[in-house]
């Protein structure tokens, strides 16, 4: 089962603009994760927050969380016609079953 | 340098046919995982193995077979049982719990 949602589920914004995208989850987890893929390849990890952080920062890349509204957003500053893309949040719950629940994922379009 | 290979990029099957897809990692990962990705969706898990000669059913097992004899390669095997297989199949592998996971590049299976 999806434990992630993501929202919004398509995304268009020009070059040079920001892109926000969010991520609610439904279990008390360890980490959440953000991973890119574009059109036809595989995932590509992003960035990981763990459960007892609020805010990292990757390059161009602003992760936070919330663990009492069990919710995350990725902002991307920016932006770039290359993050292009779909950006999919997991999680890993607090069981160490080894398996990461994925959403359904947000489809970035930047036009150039 | 280290990463997953998937083989083949692209396969087709016929009525009553089971094929195998499969997945090679150099990364000495103890984890590795089979997803499946339908147009437009998130991943679903179809098996994961912790550890050599061990491996546990996902979400949509179901018509699926896999097996763990090496650290390095996690085969998954799509029988004929499997009355939809057409989609984008991906495997990753992880160093240990609470860590990112690693992506091939994908294999896509057809109906002829």
């Known amino acids: 089962s999806q434990q992630g949602e993501e929202d919004p589920q398509a995304l268009s914004i020009q070059e040079g603009e920001n892109a926000t995208m969010n991520c609610s989850y439904k279990?008390?987890?360890?980490?959440l994760q953000w991973y890119r893929q574009n059109s036809g390849r595989g995932l590509v990890h992003l960035i990981l927050i763990r459960s007892n952080e609020r805010e990292k920062h990757s390059g161009r890349l602003r992760v936070t969380l919330d663990t009492s509204k069990k919710s995350s957003s990725l902002l991307i500053t920016a932006s770039r016609a290359a993050d292009t893309a779909s950006y999919f949040c997991a999680t890993d719950s607090m069981d160490s079953s080894y398996k990461l629940i994925f959403g359904s994922g947000t489809r970035l379009l930047v036009r150039p | 340098d280290g990463g997953i290979t998937q083989s083949p990029k692209y396969l087709f099957r016929k009525e009553g046919q089971n094929v195998t897809l499969s997945c090679e990692q150099n990364l000495n990962h103890d984890a590795m995982y089979w997803y499946r990705q339908d147009p437009g969706q998130g991943l679903r898990l179809i098996y994961y193995s912790q550890i050599v000669n061990d491996f546990q059913k996902g979400d949509i097992a179901e018509g699926y077979s896999v097996s763990r004899e090496k650290k390095e390669s996690f085969p998954l095997t799509v029988t004929s049982a499997q009355k939809n297989p057409t989609a984008f199949y991906l495997c990753?592998?992880?160093?240990?719990?609470?860590?990112?996971?690693?992506f091939g590049d994908g294999t896509r299976l057809s109906i002829l």
């Open positions: 990753a592998s992880r160093p240990g719990v609470y860590q990112p996971q690693h």
């Open positions: 279990t008390s987890i360890n980490n």
